[in-house]
């Protein structure tokens, strides 16, 4: 038997879970953010997304166009070599990724019932996005070193206060999926 102290804390079912990441595109990702710096959120970002997709799991890729702009600012596709076939482009207008999009129907189209969430900025389109996630009835894992914010407190009052009450806060080393 293993010693509880190495079991995993969350054990997924790849066919029934998506790795959400939100606005990785170049001119958010450097932006000054805290705690960390959007290039050390993108390899986090990377690696889970390596992960979920060597397991069979679905990779979605949410970023931001403006409204009404008849052309985007610099900078507003996803990072260069993050997308990869297989995983789902969403393109919002506001700042969570459910409104306005067919996200939802693309999820429950394919069974999933499980996001795990990381991306920039954590107390904007990563929390938007997750709060209408649970609304829709969505079990909710929030990867920390996967995310950003503006500031610090911003950062650690959505990981410290709100996501504990909407899913659960893990590292991505906790991250691990059943074998079936």
């Given at each position: 038997m293993t010693p509880p102290d190495t079991e995993p804390r969350l054990a997924l079912d790849p066919s029934r879970?998506?790795?959400v990441l939100v606005d990785l595109m170049d001119r958010i990702v450097g932006l000054p953010l805290e705690p960390r710096k959007g290039t050390d959120v993108l390899v986090a970002a990377e690696e889970l997304a390596s992960t979920f997709r060597s397991e069979g799991a679905l990779v979605v890729l949410i970023r931001v166009e403006r409204s009404g702009a008849v052309e985007q600012p610099p900078g507003s596709g996803l990072v260069a070599g993050l997308a990869r076939d297989g995983d789902i482009e969403i393109v919002k207008r506001t700042i969570g990724g459910f409104q306005g999009t067919d996200l939802h129907e693309r999820l429950r189209e394919r069974g999933i019932t499980?996001?795990?969430f990381?991306?920039?900025?954590t107390n904007l389109g990563v929390e938007s996005t997750a709060r209408a996630a649970g609304d829709l009835g969505y079990d909710l894992v929030f990867v920390?070193?996967?995310m950003a914010a503006f500031t610090s407190a911003e950062h650690e009052a959505s990981v410290r206060l709100d996501f504990p009450r909407?899913?659960?806060v893990v590292e991505?080393?906790?991250?691990?999926f059943t074998v079936g």
């Open positions: 879970t998506a790795l499980t996001l795990v990381g991306g920039i900025a920390e070193e996967a909407l899913g659960t991505a080393a906790d991250v691990h």
